[in-house]
């Protein structure tokens, strides 16, 4: 049983849910264009550096595990500061924070661009952790306000589809200009990205309509943090979120290393094209976001987490195809799963009477814990044991992504505006 704050059992006020974005109008297409840019935007920042992960081996003279700290630093100090951008958003408002975190963090990619040392490059980087930090603790939040409930999957879904399109152009925009004119003019194309893509936000996001500010002192936090480790469900959304990610990002870390090794020998640019699997993982969200809408995430789930271990065990076969079409069947299926749980999270708290914005920065900060620290081990996980002990790695984090579901399943609904939804 749920340990939370007293749950919600009435629908949301008439008001909120009478102003909120209907999938076909005018309004909804400009929150979703915007979202989707700012998610591709982040994420291009966010893991610019991956697919040039063997270059700076060989540029700065580091091991291929401390190469991997230019992206795990990143995302671990992107997880303490949701930590902080959660409950401030709660008290300044949600587009406020989109913007500042995609204008500084553009500036602070640029001079990545620029840095002259391994040193100041890594400052650099976990820098960027903290200016990124402002979309993703509140995407989810402003969606749920904003869009109207019966569109909830799929606004969430095409979010998570604008970041994992995002993850795809980081390296098909750096790696490329990388092989050609070296690794400082691919990070400065990353830049260039997310100064446009702020720019189009700036036009087309509209300010919050059914934002309620909270109090945001020291004492309003710890009550909203409380409520938001109280409960169950909760908590096994923000394990699976680690699980999930940690697999996929250890995966894709080993992946270049063994990719430029014998017997294949690949390019920066050339491995690089396997992240074109990333397409997939925005159709993937999508489109588990609409089933979702109708049979629920409880049923959607467990699906994402069993392709996504499928995928992880075709990689083992040497073929290069087959490689690539484990990497594609992984991606689709990990999008599926975290598509569905960021949304489940925010849902989830609304009704159980818990801070949107809290629960989703706890999310988040499990989430990008999992991506730091498990990441890293499938970077030390190829140098001691290999392609084997990456699979080993990947594997185990999704069987406990598998028992979270589980732990979902068997954790009672809460009533209120949408049932389907499992919440």
């Known amino acids: 049983m749920s340990t939370s704050a007293p749950r919600h059992t009435t629908a949301t006020p008439p008001g909120p849910v009478a102003s909120a974005y209907l999938p076909g109008t005018t309004g909804y297409r400009r929150v979703m264009t915007a979202m989707f840019a700012a998610g591709m935007a982040t994420f291009v920042l966010l893991y610019d550096v991956q697919a040039l992960l063997p270059e700076l081996v060989h540029v700065f003279g580091v091991s291929p595990t ?8 990143t995302t671990a100090t992107l997880a303490v500061t949701l930590l902080v951008a959660g409950p401030v958003s709660e008290a300044v408002g949600r587009t406020r924070l989109v913007h500042l975190s995609l204008w500084t963090s553009a500036v602070v990619a640029l001079g990545c661009a620029l840095a002259p040392t391994w040193d100041v490059l890594v400052g650099l980087r976990m820098l960027q952790g903290v200016t990124l930090a402002g979309l993703p603790a509140v995407a989810t939040a402003y969606l749920r306000e904003e869009v109207h409930p019966s569109a909830h999957g799929r606004a969430f879904g095409l979010y998570i589809g604008g970041t994992a399109l995002g993850g795809m152009a980081s390296r098909l925009v750096t790696a490329p200009i990388a092989d050609v004119a070296g690794w400082r003019w691919g990070l ?9 893509s702020a720019l189009v936000v700036a036009r087309l996001l509209p300010r919050s309509r059914n934002f309620v500010a909270r109090p945001a002192g020291p004492s309003a936090v710890l009550s909203m943090a409380r409520g938001a480790l109280a409960d169950r469900a909760l908590l096994a959304l923000y394990v699976l979120g680690a699980c999930a990610v940690g697999s996929l990002v250890a995966v894709f870390n080993a992946l270049g290393f063994r990719l430029s090794a014998a017997p294949y020998g690949l390019s920066v640019g050339t491995i690089s094209l396997v992240f074109l699997v990333y397409a997939l993982g925005s159709v993937s969200s999508a489109a588990s976001g609409r089933v979702a809408d109708r049979i629920g995430r409880r049923a959607t789930i467990p699906a994402g987490c069993a392709l ?15 490689v690539v079409l484990g990497m594609a069947v992984l991606t689709v299926g990990f999008f599926c799963v975290h598509g569905l749980a960021s949304g489940w999270v925010t849902a989830r708290a609304h009704l159980a009477g818990v801070s949107t914005g809290q629960a989703a920065a706890f999310y988040l900060f499990a989430y990008y814990v ?18 084997p002990g990456v699979v080993a790695l990947a594997s185990a984090l999704l069987m406990t992504a598998a028992a979270m579901v589980g732990v979902l399943r068997r954790t009672p609904a809460l009533q209120g505006q949408v049932t389907r939804g499992g919440r």
Do not use: K, Q
């Not at 190469?67 to 795990?72: C, P, R, V």
């Not at 400065?188 to 446009?196: E, H, L, R």
């Open 66 to 73: 401390h190469s991997t700290l230019a992206l795990s630093l």
């Open 188 to 196: 400065a194309a990353a830049a260039a990205f997310a100064f446009a």
């Open 308 to 322: 996504a271990l499928a995928g992880v065990w075709l990689t083992l076969d040497g073929s290069l195809p087959l």
């Open 370 to 387: 999992g991506s730091s620290v498990f990441g890293n081990l499938g970077s030390t996980a190829w140098t001691v044991a290999g392609w």
